[in-house]
Each structure stands twice: as structure tokens, then as C-alpha cells.
């Protein structure tokens, strides 16, 4: 059994209110094309998106069921894309996630790591709650997943559709902020 996982995406919240179409090209065309190619030979797909479909104020987690609601061009484009990816693919497996930081690529973490070091004082919003995801955690859950369904334990039908993952917790961005600084010894406002 092959299988194929998409990480790839255009992440950029607000570049991509001015960079429509190649917001749009990356996370609904490429998602598209990997759905068509994953159909034809029979190959489940994972695709990851976001929590920003739903863009509301709500205070619990969110389900899978709830209505979603995107308010920009990068959660329009994130959740046309899962719709590609489902429509083409019914073998598709959406993961939405939040918040996503390691130590390689662009992240929030690495952001603040960065500023806190350049600067003494940085202004984050405190209005905005997530659940920061440690990327190799959400790997390792893809992983076992696939052993799961590779073992048998886990039929490969129950895997489709969409699916939510991130770590414990919430946060806002503020407070992730403020606990990095902490971890990390940076004496920063």
C-alpha cells in the first residue's frame, strides 16, 4: 500500500491577500492535481489544512462537523482545497491543525526566536487562541495512522474525510510568545 502526504502549502495569512493567485495555485490547484494523480493509482492521500476555516470567536474546540467560515484568501483557499482533495479522492484523509512550529521551515516560533533576540520590546496579539502543534508529534500521529491501516487494525475506509489534530493546550499568540521567551531565557516585552 502507497500512500501520499501533502505538507506542502502556501502559509503566508496576510501575503496571500495580495498574492491571490498564488495562494490559490499552491493550496487549491496543487492539492487538485495531487488528488487527481492519488485517484488514478488508487493511493490514499493525507492533506493537511488549518483551524482557520472556521474563523470564529467560539470557545470550545472545534468538531469536525462544525460550519466552517473562512474570512480570507488563505483559509478560502486551504478549504477549497480540502474540498478538491475529497471530491477527487474519496480516499482523501484532511487533517486540520494549528498553529504548526519545529525547528526547520518558517514558524511562529522561529519568529519570535529571531525578534526576541533583535529586539527588547515586540507587540503580539492576545485576541487570537490556538492550540500550538509540535510538527514531529503530528508526524508521528500520520505515521501510525498508516501502520494502523497497513496492519489491518484499522480499515483504510475509515480513515477518509476530515479529521482534526493538534496538541493539548490553548494558547493565545501572547502567551506562546511569553512562554518561548521563557524557555529560551530572551528578556523581551
Same mark, same amino acid.
Given at each position: #500500500?502507497?500512500? @501520499?502526504?501533502?505538507?506542502?502549502?502556501?502559509?503566508? @495569512?496576510? %501575503?496571500?491577500?495580495?498574492?491571490?493567485? %498564488?495562494?490559490?495555485?499552491?493550496?487549491?490547484?496543487?492539492? %487538485?492535481?495531487?488528488?487527481?494523480?492519488?485517484? &488514478? #493509482?488508487?493511493?490514499?492521500?493525507?492533506?493537511?489544512?488549518?483551524?482557520?476555516? !472556521?474563523?470564529? /470567536?467560539?470557545?470550545?474546540?472545534?468538531?469536525?462537523?462544525?460550519? @466552517?467560515?473562512?474570512?480570507?484568501? !488563505?483559509?478560502?483557499?486551504? #478549504?477549497?482545497?480540502?474540498?478538491?482533495? #475529497?471530491?477527487?479522492?474519496?480516499?482523501?484523509?484532511?487533517? /486540520?491543525?494549528?498553529?504548526?512550529?519545529?525547528? +526547520?521551515?518558517?514558524? +511562529?516560533?522561529?519568529?519570535?526566536? /529571531?525578534?526576541?533576540?533583535?529586539?527588547?520590546?515586540?507587540?503580539?496579539?492576545?485576541? &487570537?487562541?490556538?492550540?500550538?502543534? !509540535?510538527?514531529?508529534?503530528?508526524?508521528?500521529? @500520520?505515521?501510525?495512522?498508516? &501502520?494502523?491501516?497497513?496492519?489491518?487494525?484499522?480499515?483504510?475506509?475509515?480513515?477518509?474525510?476530515?479529521?482534526?489534530?493538534?496538541?493539548?493546550?490553548?494558547?493565545?499568540?501572547?502567551?506562546?510568545?511569553?512562554?518561548?521567551?521563557?524557555?529560551?531565557?530572551?528578556?523581551?516585552?
Amino acid at each position: #500500500l502507497q500512500w @501520499v502526504i501533502n505538507c506542502a502549502a502556501y502559509t503566508a @495569512v496576510d %501575503k496571500a491577500e495580495s498574492e491571490p493567485d %498564488k495562494a490559490r495555485k499552491i493550496n487549491v490547484l496543487g492539492v %487538485k492535481n495531487l488528488a487527481e494523480s492519488c485517484a &488514478q #493509482l488508487g493511493i490514499p492521500l493525507i492533506h493537511f489544512s488549518t483551524d482557520y476555516v !472556521y474563523h470564529n /470567536r467560539q470557545n470550545t474546540p472545534y468538531v469536525e462537523a462544525d460550519p @466552517v467560515s473562512p474570512k480570507d484568501v !488563505y483559509a478560502r483557499t486551504k #478549504l477549497a482545497g480540502e474540498r478538491a482533495a #475529497l471530491r477527487i479522492n474519496p480516499r482523501s484523509m484532511v487533517i /486540520r491543525t494549528s498553529w504548526v512550529y519545529s525547528n +526547520f521551515g518558517h514558524n +511562529f516560533v522561529k519568529t519570535m526566536l /529571531r525578534l526576541g533576540r533583535e529586539r527588547s520590546e515586540i507587540s503580539v496579539v492576545a485576541d &487570537q487562541i490556538g492550540s500550538p502543534t !509540535y510538527a514531529p508529534d503530528l508526524a508521528e500521529t @500520520v505515521l501510525k495512522i498508516i &501502520q494502523k491501516v497497513e496492519s489491518g487494525a484499522v480499515p483504510r475506509e475509515s480513515i477518509a474525510g476530515i479529521w482534526h489534530y493538534s496538541n493539548e493546550g490553548v494558547a493565545s499568540w501572547y502567551d506562546f510568545a511569553s512562554a518561548i521567551f521563557e524557555l529560551e531565557n530572551i528578556a523581551c516585552k
